[in-house]
């Protein structure tokens, strides 16, 4: 079956600009979450959808949201974009709520020039 | 609050050798799980074993197992027969019943020479 699809892989955006990244779950997964990875911070919870309800944030300023479609697709954006926003996203997909069956997407690379 | 905590930034180890990776972990939550991944240099985050905080048995899958101990708080990942191809990093990560979000620790960078 198909993995967690992120899109796109790499990005080069300017400060102040906002980008929007895109998360396709596992066909039949319903629980998506996003996370940062930076060399300083290390990998931090940004939040988790299910069933188009965000159900969980982590400690991310507002200029970071997302949502997710009725089809399980997920997207997050981050407006004025900052340097510091500069990271690996990745996304996670899972069953439903309980389910230790996390998969990861490949992520998408993030650079804020 | 939930904490992961992995004290060896790196560690060497020989091409057939076997070896353990340190995950210490704190939650006052009796009900949790522990994850190990492995984040090769495409930064894909791959999901290698999962102990229960009620599973009697340490956990193991393949070359993988877990070496949980409970009372001690420690969820070491043993990596038997190091293959040139498992170098990468790995985390470890924690997840309290009820709340769909993984905490990391900060990883090991593991090398496997030939």
Redesign the interface.
């Known amino acids: 079956k198909a993995g967690v699809t992120q899109t796109p892989r790499y990005l080069i955006k300017t400060r102040g600009q906002q980008v929007t990244l895109s998360c396709s779950p596992i066909s039949g997964h319903r629980?998506v979450?996003w996370?940062q990875q930076t060399p300083g911070q290390?990998?931090q919870?940004l939040f988790?959808y299910?069933s188009e309800t965000q159900?969980?944030k982590?400690n991310f300023p507002g200029r970071f949201s997302g949502r997710q479609f009725s089809n399980s697709r997920s997207e997050m954006n981050v407006s004025t974009l900052e340097l510091g926003d500069s990271a690996?996203y990745?996304c996670?997909s899972?069953l439903d709520?309980?389910s230790?069956?996390?998969?990861?997407?490949?992520?998408t690379?993030l650079t804020v020039v | 609050a939930q904490k992961i905590t992995q004290t060896q930034p790196g560690m060497f180890v020989q091409e057939k050798e076997a070896v353990t990776l340190d995950c210490t972990y704190d939650t006052s939550d009796p009900s949790y799980g522990l994850f190990w991944y492995k984040q090769p240099s495409s930064g894909e985050m791959i999901f290698l074993i999962y102990q229960g905080s009620y599973d009697q048995q340490n956990a193991t899958e393949g070359r993988y197992s877990l070496n949980f101990q409970k009372a001690r708080k420690s969820a070491n990942l043993v990596i038997s027969a190091s293959q040139l191809g498992d170098s990468a990093m790995y985390f470890c990560a924690m997840r309290v019943t009820g709340f769909q979000k993984l905490v990391f620790g900060t990883g090991t960078r593991l090398l496997v020479s030939p």
């Open positions: 629980s979450s996370y290390g990998l919870f988790e299910f159900r969980n982590g690996l990745l996670a899972s709520e309980g230790y069956g996390y998969t990861f997407g490949s992520g690379r």
